[in-house]
């Protein structure tokens, strides 16, 4: 994974590309100029910028961006800590934001984050067995066959396709499905694996369980 660090200054800078260089490969610059440049002529998977640059503003920066259509993950570094400023960011196409000073653990954790999202992106495909998820259209398919699966059933299955066999706890598929209702309970992943199991019947899949762990997926004989 390669990533463009747009910083002015130097201290922070070196810092960042330091951290970040552990996992990644990084090139830094220090101004929006040489920043669009490197944006133009690289394949980065990811931008980390600073708005306050020397020679430009760092918003015209990802405008710039985004109106060249690179569709790379931004992440925005600022000391503005106002709300228009962030506002603006993200509906200029920022995928994330941090106000200066922040701490470098949350910043890793926030790059491997937007990192995850490309590198799923360019895998969209989950295949296991017989079965397939398209990530991008959110459908799973056996042969020629669409599986009819609710919301949170969908959301299961993937969580169980992308741990490719490891076990997963009720509490770890609960958080997979709580984007769609708040109050679902642990109780309530029963029922959806439940179903989800009987859909999977001539699938090649199946869906065990180790009592008083969770769940995992397996391929049939």
């Not at 600073?50 to 992440?75: C, N």
């Amino acid at each position: 994974m390669r990533i463009l660090l747009v910083e002015d200054n130097p201290k922070l800078g070196a810092g960042l590309k330091k951290l970040l260089n552990a996992s990644y490969a990084v090139d830094h610059v220090m101004t929006g100029e040489d920043g669009l440049a490197a944006a133009a002529s690289q394949p980065f998977d990811l931008i980390v910028l600073d708005l306050s640059l020397p020679d430009m503003d760092g918003l015209s920066v990802l405008k710039k961006i985004r109106g060249d259509r690179l569709t790379m993950p931004v992440l925005i570094l600022t000391a503005r800590d106002e709300l228009d400023d962030r506002i603006a960011g993200l509906d200029l196409g920022a995928d994330d934001y941090m106000t200066k000073p922040f701490e470098f653990s949350e910043l890793e954790a926030r790059v491997r984050a937007l990192l995850r999202r490309v590198s799923m992106e360019k895998t969209s495909l989950l295949q296991m067995g017989p079965l397939v998820f398209d990530l991008r259209n959110n459908q799973v398919t056996s042969g020629e066959d669409l599986l009819d699966l609710s919301a949170r059933e969908t959301m299961v299955l993937r969580a169980l396709m992308m741990a490719n066999g490891r076990l997963l706890s009720k509490s770890q598929l609960l958080d997979s499905i709580t984007r769609f209702d708040d109050d679902v309970s642990e109780n309530a992943v029963e029922q959806y694996v439940s179903r989800l199991r009987r859909k999977l019947v001539g699938h090649g899949l199946s869906i065990n369980a180790a009592r008083g762990l969770g769940y995992h997926l397996s391929e049939t004989a």
